[in-house]
């Protein structure tokens, strides 16, 4: 089983930046992709970015584009997350997650195994 830990999230003021890491451990059949997820307070859980493993392609919600990169190590199985320009609506727990199969990348149901998550709060 695949075992996924999120590290660098924190409190930040509005305009800064931050870079969240998920590191993967434990055997896993394949992967295809990785990606983020966010889930604020009262709110549903929403794709953030997603990145495929061997080609390195990337995909943005149109909410963080321009902002948030996504970037991956595949000799260390670690996931990456920079954001910049970071605003009080980017609050929230952040996931990653992992997909053996390709899919419909904007849906959670596609990805099999998640991290505990990692809080990122911006002050105003």
């Known amino acids: 089983q695949v075992q996924l830990v999120e590290s660098g999230g924190g409190l930040v003021q509005a305009g800064g930046s931050l870079r969240l890491s998920c590191a993967a451990s434990g055997r896993t059949f394949s992967r295809y992709a990785m990606g983020w997820f966010r889930q604020a307070p009262g709110k549903e859980r929403e794709f953030v970015a997603a990145i495929t493993w061997s080609g390195g392609n990337t995909y943005y919600a149109d909410s963080v584009k321009g902002r948030f990169t996504i970037s991956r190590d595949n000799a260390e199985n670690t996931l990456y997350l920079q954001m910049n320009s970071l605003k009080p609506e980017d609050t929230a727990v952040y996931y990653c997650?992992?997909?053996?199969?390709?899919?419909?990348?904007?849906?959670?149901?596609?990805?099999?195994?998640w991290g505990q998550g990692t809080q990122v709060t911006v002050s105003s």
């Open positions: 997650a992992n997909s053996r199969y390709s899919g419909s990348y904007h849906s959670s149901q596609l990805y099999d195994y």
